[in-house]
RNA sequence: UGGGGCGUCGUCAAGUGGUAAGACACAGGACUUUGGUUCCUGCACUCGGAGGUUCGAAUCCUCCCGCCCCAGCCA
């Protein structure tokens, strides 16, 4: 079955940034240099919203000739652990991107970084303040009153080293005083109302263990680290916009040998999902979905498991475009990318989902025949299988009708249709149980000249079905998905309600006693296919089995029947 | 109601004073041994609104309207 390793190629299509890009190289701007950077904080799995950034950057990277580190941005110990920071690696390398060796954290530039404190203390810059938390927000003022000065601003450069010195040897317990940068509280930007640099937290930190006990906050981190990585253009979303002043502050004050730009995107929202980590946490911790690579999850490792392929993902991301408008993309677009890709890749099989039984009346008893079945129309080197055929059959329940409706051109009692590959059947004899009335077997006649699917005489059939024979099919157990919320936007919470009161019931639904062709008995974990007539699907790659397989719908073929069956059934 | 942003087809999105790209979706049709794929056709006399400048405006100016972000010792 398909596997991925298609790499990465620049996309053609222009957008704002990449207009400032191509403005700064021709004017000579970093003399023509491009570093880009992808900076997760690794506290938490990346979802697509991250793929869209790490396209971003990769590829602008790639398209310039430049660079692109990989950061981890890793300032708060708290919440950070190297689980994190192996499955980001994993989730990039995944989506086909290689930071050649430009992995770097924010925790190895701790001692640089409390150089730079020190030096802006001596600048006169930044001051150590002994507010309390709640103290220092009453001070901050509000939207539309201006901040007042904390009594502690003005001590001396002396005081002020004495005390920084003495924040880091732990003289101090968490809370009790912080690093401030001294810019303006009565700024109409908030965030330069003598913004934190440094708070003190007596916690373990996954890298640098206990030998700190400040840690650095994100504004002073990332402009500094930005700059010592020679990093030219700092792209990130939007919600950081107002935090530029800060960033373009620091550097300024520090006077620092070259200035990264920061450049803000409008982030990515996706209709029937949520995208925010904080929502996603909770979907996970609630059990809500079975982990962060849940197939429904909107995460990297949920779309892998899912059967996605980094083509289609980054197809996606290429399709989408950049721009500074909030937009929420249609989810149709993505599941577009993934039938795209997979159309073009994926070898076919037959799976009945929900088997029911086909007698074939006129069939020799012991008969075995093989058929040849093509493995994918859209490439002839893929080649093609035999599929075993015998005198008991399983087609799929819903490919028959007992009293159908128009339009409806699979089987019904009298009406033939060709089993694809094999031959044209016709219905004789519906088989029901006598209590239930349930439909338990159908009893029908072949027509052995239309071995292969083809009539010598001509006749047509309205309908192909797809087919196992009953004594060599493999039992499967089948997980179809769907959309895990039923609303547009789950984010638009209705008064008195949660998010979570929005997830689709019908999000997951397992099959068992599914049945399919022979050659799919070992399907690969982790490997693609196309059940024909239904979807795509994904051995899953954590508990299928030889022998026992499991797998996952990645997505369903278009269903033109179902809509017209809509239509049908409205008049 | 402080400051910073953003409004172009149902959804994304090009467009940068010269007369509205493309994609998804949708609707028709052709082909078809997957009701799949593919192919063809249609789909914004108008760019949040109103004025103004101009021979000419989505692009420039003015006012108005709507939406997003910011008051973490998170990122």
Same mark, same amino acid.
């Not at 190629?9 to 491009?34: L, M, Y």
């Not at 149709?332 to 070898?347: F, I, Q, S, T, Y």
């Not at 694809?420 to 004789?428: D, K, T, V």
């Given at each position: 079955?398909?596997?991925?390793?298609?790499?990465?190629?620049?996309?053609?299509?222009?957008?704002?940034?990449?207009?400032?890009?191509?403005?700064?190289?021709?004017?000579?701007?970093?003399?023509?240099?491009?570093?880009?950077?992808?900076?997760?904080?690794?506290?938490?799995?990346?979802?697509?919203?991250?793929?869209?950034?790490?396209?971003?950057?990769?590829?602008?990277?790639?398209?310039?000739?430049?660079?692109?580190?990989?950061?981890?941005?890793?300032?708060?110990?708290?919440?950070?652990?190297?689980?994190?920071?192996?499955?980001?690696?994993?989730?990039?390398?995944?989506?086909?991107?290689?930071?050649?060796?430009?992995?770097?954290?924010?925790?190895?530039?701790?001692?640089?970084?409390?150089?730079?404190?020190?030096?802006?203390?001596?600048?006169?810059?930044?001051?150590?303040?002994?507010?309390?938390?709640?103290?220092?927000?009453?001070?901050?003022?509000?939207?539309?009153?201006?901040?007042?000065?904390?009594?502690?601003?003005?001590?001396?450069?002396?005081?002020?080293?004495?005390?920084?010195?003495?924040?880091?040897?732990?003289?101090?317990?968490?809370?009790?005083?912080?690093?401030?940068?001294?810019?303006?509280?009565?700024?109409?930007?908030?965030?330069?109302?003598?913004?934190t640099l440094y708070r003190i937290k007596h916690v373990h930190h996954y890298?640098?263990?206990?030998?700190?006990?400040?840690?650095?906050?994100?504004?002073?981190?990332?402009?500094?680290?930005?700059?010592?990585?020679?990093?030219?253009?700092?792209?990130?979303?939007?919600?950081?916009?107002?935090?530029?002043?800060?960033?373009?502050?620091?550097?300024?004050?520090?006077?620092?040998?070259?200035?990264?730009?920061?450049?803000?995107?409008?982030?990515?929202?996706?209709?029937?999902?949520?995208?925010?980590?904080?929502?996603l946490i909770e979907l996970v911790e609630r059990g809500i979905v079975s982990?962060?690579?849940?197939?429904?999850?909107?995460?990297?490792?949920?779309?892998?498991?899912?059967?996605?392929?980094?083509?289609?993902?980054?197809?996606?991301?290429?399709?989408?475009?950049?721009?500074?408008?909030?937009?929420?993309?249609?989810?149709?677009?993505?599941?577009?990318?993934? =039938? %795209? #890709?997979?159309?073009?890749?994926? @070898? *076919?099989?037959?799976?009945? &989902?929900? /088997?029911?039984?086909?007698?074939?009346?006129?069939?020799?008893?012991?008969?075995?025949?093989?058929?040849?079945?093509?493995?994918?129309?859209?490439?002839?080197?893929?080649?093609?299988?035999?599929?075993?055929?015998?005198?008991?059959?399983?087609?799929? =329940? %819903? #490919?028959?009708?007992?009293?159908? @409706? *128009?339009?409806?051109?699979? &089987?019904? /009692?009298?009406?033939?249709?060709?089993?694809?590959?094999?031959?044209?059947?016709?219905?004789?004899?519906?088989?029901?149980?006598?209590?239930?009335?349930?439909?338990?077997?159908?009893?029908?006649?072949?027509?052995?000249?239309?071995?292969?699917?083809?009539?010598? #005489?001509?006749?047509?059939?309205?309908?192909?079905?797809?087919?196992?024979?009953?004594?060599?099919?493999?039992?499967?157990?089948?997980?179809?998905?769907?959309?895990?919320?039923?609303?547009?936007?789950?984010?638009?919470?209705?008064?008195?309600?949660?998010?979570?009161?929005?997830?689709?019931?019908?999000?997951?639904?397992?099959?068992?006693?599914?049945?399919?062709?022979?050659?799919?008995?070992?399907?690969?974990?982790?490997?693609?296919?196309?059940?024909?007539?239904?979807?795509?699907?994904?051995?899953?790659?954590?508990?299928?089995?030889?022998?026992?397989?499991?797998?996952?719908?990645?997505?369903?073929?278009?269903?033109?029947?179902?809509?017209?069956?809509?239509?049908?059934?409205?008049?």
């Open positions: 079955m398909a596997s991925s390793a298609t790499p990465p190629q620049p996309s053609g299509s222009t957008n704002f940034i990449k207009q400032i890009i191509e403005a700064d190289i021709a004017s000579g701007k970093n003399n023509g240099r491009v570093a880009t950077r992808f900076p997760p904080e690794p506290n938490g799995y990346l979802h697509i919203g991250h793929a869209k950034s790490i396209c971003l950057n990769f590829g602008l990277a790639k398209e310039f000739g430049g660079a692109c580190h990989l950061r981890f941005d890793d300032t708060d110990p708290a919440k950070e652990s190297m689980e994190y920071v192996e499955s980001i690696q994993q989730d990039v390398r995944w989506l086909g991107f290689d930071w050649q060796g430009r992995r770097f954290f924010a925790s190895d530039y701790f001692e640089a970084l409390y150089d730079f404190a020190v030096s802006l203390i001596r600048r006169g810059k930044a001051y150590v303040d002994h507010l309390s938390a709640d103290e220092i927000r009453d001070y901050r003022g509000t939207l539309t009153a201006p901040g007042r000065n904390s009594p502690y601003r003005e001590r001396s450069i002396e005081e002020n080293m004495e005390l920084f010195q003495r924040m880091r040897a732990g003289e101090f317990r968490d809370g009790e005083c912080v690093l401030r940068a001294k810019i303006d509280m009565a700024s109409p930007n908030i965030v330069l109302r003598d913004p890298r640098t263990g206990g030998t700190w006990c400040i840690y650095p906050m994100y504004d002073f981190t990332h402009c500094l680290s930005d700059m010592m990585e020679g990093i030219t253009h700092s792209i990130c979303t939007l919600e950081f916009e107002n935090n530029r002043a800060l960033y373009d502050w620091v550097l300024g004050a520090l006077e620092t040998p070259c200035h990264p730009q920061q450049i803000e995107f409008a982030r990515l929202n996706l209709s029937y999902t949520v995208l925010s980590k904080r929502k982990g962060w690579d849940d197939p429904r999850m909107p995460t990297i490792s949920g779309y892998r498991r899912r059967g996605y392929t980094p083509e289609a993902l980054r197809s996606f991301c290429d399709r989408i475009g950049v721009a500074r408008a909030d937009s929420t993309v249609d989810i149709g677009l993505l599941e577009h990318c993934l =039938r %795209e #890709d997979l159309n073009k890749r994926a @070898p *076919r099989f037959m799976a009945v &989902l929900q /088997p029911l039984k086909v007698t074939l009346v006129n069939y020799p008893e012991g008969r075995e025949e093989e058929l040849e079945a093509v493995n994918n129309p859209e490439d002839p080197s893929m080649g093609s299988r035999r599929v075993p055929f015998s005198r008991e059959i399983y087609i799929e =329940r %819903e #490919d028959f009708l007992e009293d159908p @409706p *128009r339009k409806f051109f699979r &089987l019904a /009692p009298g009406r033939e249709v060709r089993l694809r590959y094999a031959y044209f059947i016709r219905c004789e004899e519906v088989v029901k149980d006598p209590t239930s009335g349930e439909v338990t077997e159908l009893r029908c006649t072949y027509d052995p000249t239309t071995r292969g699917g083809d009539a010598p #005489d001509g006749r047509r059939v309205q309908g192909t079905l797809h087919w196992v024979s009953a004594a060599h099919a493999a039992p499967a157990e089948v997980r179809l998905y769907d959309h895990l919320f039923m609303r547009e936007n789950p984010g638009e919470v209705e008064e008195g309600r949660h998010f979570t009161d929005y997830v689709n019931p019908g999000s997951l639904k397992v099959l068992q006693g599914c049945r399919v062709e022979p050659s799919l008995a070992n399907a690969a974990p982790g490997s693609h296919c196309q059940f024909e007539r239904i979807g795509y699907f994904c051995a899953d790659p954590k508990e299928s089995r030889p022998g026992r397989p499991v797998f996952n719908r990645s997505a369903t073929l278009k269903d033109t029947w179902a809509k017209i069956a809509k239509q049908v059934k409205g008049r």
